[in-house]
Nanobody, 123 residues
Framework: QVQLKESGGGLVQAGGSLRLSCAAS????????MAWFRQVSGKEREFVAG????????EYADSVKGRVTISEDNAKNTVYLQMNSLKTEDTAVYYC????????????????WGQGTQVTVSS
């Protein structure tokens, strides 16, 4: 089992920045795909960004490319999501997820999920 815990969400003005963190614990010795998803109430969960645990490969949703960077610190078992130039449409609950394998953008590929952290971008 892998436990994931997000932090770093909050309220920020449009154009501002936030860095989300996802701390992994438990059986973290395997090879995982780590990803961030987001969800607005009443809408489907949306893929934001993913990274392989070696940090060699990253993938981003078109809606955040150029504004968001996913990174990882293996020594700390932590994955980060640096978000810049935030827009009001980035407002959502952001979830960290881990998968052994699968299609990165498909939420059903992921076995482990954090509880989510709220990001609110005001105009």
């Amino acid at each position: 089992q892998v436990q994931l815990k997000e932090s770093g969400g909050g309220l920020v003005q449009a154009g501002g920045s936030l860095r989300l963190s996802c701390a992994a614990s438990g059986r973290t010795g395997g090879t995982y795909i780590m990803a961030w998803f987001r969800q607005v109430s009443g809408k489907e969960r949306e893929f934001v960004a993913g990274i392989d645990w070696n940090g060699a490969i990253t993938e981003y949703a078109d809606s955040v490319k150029g504004r968001v960077t996913i990174s990882e610190d293996n020594a700390k078992n932590t994955v980060y999501l640096q978000m810049n130039s935030l827009k009001t449409e980035d407002t959502a609950v952001y979830y960290c997820a881990a998968a052994h394998a699968g299609t990165w953008s498909d939420e059903y590929s992921y076995q482990y999920w954090g509880q989510g952290t709220q990001v609110t971008v005001s105009s």
